[in-house]
C-alpha cells in the first residue's frame, strides 16, 4: 500500500491514479505521454508507407497526404503535452521549506479544531466544505487528524449528493454509473470508520441501502458477496470498493 500524496488516502501500490481524488503520479503521467509517443511512433511509420502509394497516384495527392498526417500528429503531441503540463502542475511538494511545514502544521490544527465542532453538531455540510477547501484550494492534506475519516465522508456524501440526479437521466454514462455506485458501496461497506459509524451509520441504513437495492438493482445478498474482497481485516480498503465497483457497476434505467 502506498498513501497518495495529494489526499492522504491509502492506496494500492499499482494504483496509477488515486481513486478517491483523481491525483495522477508524475511517473504515470510520464508513462502515459509514452505511450502516446508510442501511438505516435506508429502514425509516423504508415505515413513512411504513403510516398510509394503516392507516386502511384500522383505526387500531390501523395505529398497532401503527408502534410496532413504530419500537422494531425503536432497537433496531436501539443494537446498530450497541455494534459501532462496541467496533470503535473498542482502536484504537491514533497519537501517542504521550513515556513512551508510550519504553515501546513497550524492550518491543520485550524482545520482540526473546526472539523471537531462540526462533528459535534453533526453538520456534515460544514465537514464536508472543510475537508474539500483543504485539499482543492488550499492544498494541505488533513491525514492523521482525528476526524479525517469523518470529513472525507462527508465530502462523499455530498458529492453522491449532487450526482444522484443522474439516475433519473434516459442513459447514464459509464463515468456517472462508477460515480454514484462508489459512493453508495463506500457508505455500504462502512469505509469510514468507527468515528464516522455515529453520524452514517443511520444515513447507510435509511438512505443509502434503499438506493443500492431499489435504484442500482443490487441485492444485500450481492453486496455481501464482495466483502471479503475490499476487506483488509478490520479495515474496509476504500481502493479494493473502486475495483469492486469497476467490474460491477451498471447502467441504469
Same mark, same amino acid.
Given at each position: 500500500?502506498?498513501?497518495?500524496? %495529494?489526499?492522504?488516502?491509502?492506496?494500492?501500490?499499482?494504483?496509477?491514479?488515486? !481513486?478517491?481524488?483523481?491525483?495522477?503520479?508524475?511517473?504515470?503521467?510520464?508513462?502515459?505521454?509514452?505511450?502516446?509517443?508510442?501511438?505516435?511512433?506508429?502514425?509516423?511509420?504508415?505515413?513512411?508507407? /504513403? !510516398?510509394?502509394?503516392?507516386?502511384?497516384?500522383?505526387?500531390?495527392?501523395?505529398?497532401?497526404?503527408?502534410?496532413?498526417?504530419?500537422?494531425?500528429?503536432?497537433?496531436?503531441?501539443?494537446?498530450?503535452?497541455?494534459? #501532462?503540463?496541467? =496533470?503535473?502542475?498542482?502536484?504537491?511538494?514533497? $519537501?517542504?521549506?521550513?515556513? /512551508?511545514?510550519?504553515?501546513?502544521?497550524?492550518? *491543520?490544527? &485550524?482545520?482540526?479544531? /473546526?472539523?471537531?465542532?462540526?462533528?459535534? =453538531?453533526?453538520?456534515?455540510?460544514?465537514?464536508?466544505?472543510?475537508?474539500?477547501?483543504?485539499?482543492?484550494?488550499?492544498?494541505?492534506?488533513?491525514?492523521?487528524?482525528?476526524?479525517?475519516?469523518?470529513? $472525507? &465522508?462527508?465530502?462523499?456524501?455530498?458529492?453522491?449528493?449532487?450526482?444522484? !440526479?443522474?439516475? %433519473?437521466?434516459?442513459?447514464?454514462? +459509464?463515468?456517472?454509473? @462508477? @460515480?454514484?455506485?462508489?459512493?453508495?458501496?463506500?457508505?455500504?461497506?462502512?469505509?469510514?470508520?468507527?468515528?464516522?459509524?455515529?453520524?452514517?451509520?443511520?444515513?447507510?441504513?435509511?438512505?443509502? #441501502?434503499?438506493?443500492?437495492?431499489?435504484?442500482?438493482?443490487?441485492?444485500? @445478498?450481492?453486496? =455481501?458477496?464482495?466483502?471479503? *474482497?475490499?476487506?483488509? !481485516?478490520?479495515?474496509?480498503?476504500?481502493?479494493?470498493?473502486?475495483?469492486?465497483? *469497476?467490474?460491477?457497476? +451498471? %447502467?441504469?434505467?
Amino acid at each position: 500500500m502506498k498513501i497518495c500524496q %495529494n489526499c492522504g488516502a491509502e492506496i494500492e501500490d499499482t494504483n496509477e491514479v488515486c !481513486p478517491y481524488c483523481g491525483y495522477i503520479t508524475r511517473e504515470s503521467a510520464i508513462n502515459k505521454l509514452k505511450d502516446e509517443i508510442e501511438d505516435i511512433k506508429y502514425d509516423i511509420a504508415d505515413v513512411k508507407k /504513403e !510516398p510509394a502509394k503516392a507516386f502511384k497516384k500522383g505526387l500531390g495527392k501523395g505529398t497532401k497526404v503527408i502534410l496532413l498526417t504530419v500537422l494531425i500528429t503536432v497537433i496531436f503531441a501539443a494537446i498530450i503535452a497541455v494534459i #501532462l503540463i496541467k =496533470e503535473l502542475g498542482d502536484e504537491p511538494r514533497i $519537501h517542504l521549506s521550513a515556513e /512551508e511545514e510550519a504553515y501546513a502544521t497550524a492550518y *491543520k490544527v &485550524a482545520a482540526g479544531e /473546526e472539523l471537531a465542532k462540526a462533528y459535534e =453538531e453533526k453538520n456534515i455540510g460544514k465537514m464536508a466544505e472543510i475537508f474539500d477547501k483543504a485539499y482543492s484550494i488550499d492544498r494541505v492534506s488533513l491525514w492523521g487528524d482525528k476526524h479525517y475519516e469523518t470529513g $472525507h &465522508a462527508s465530502s462523499c456524501y455530498m458529492k453522491l449528493q449532487q450526482c444522484l !440526479p443522474n439516475l %433519473n437521466k434516459d442513459k447514464i454514462s +459509464k463515468k456517472e454509473a @462508477e @460515480e454514484i455506485t462508489y459512493y453508495c458501496f463506500y457508505f455500504y461497506y462502512r469505509a469510514y470508520g468507527e468515528d464516522g459509524a455515529v453520524i452514517f451509520d443511520d444515513i447507510r441504513d435509511n438512505e443509502i #441501502l434503499p438506493i443500492i437495492t431499489d435504484r442500482l438493482m443490487f441485492t444485500e @445478498e450481492d453486496m =455481501e458477496s464482495f466483502r471479503e *474482497k475490499v476487506t483488509d !481485516p478490520p479495515y474496509v480498503n476504500r481502493s479494493r470498493v473502486y475495483g469492486i465497483v *469497476k467490474d460491477n457497476y +451498471k %447502467n441504469y434505467r
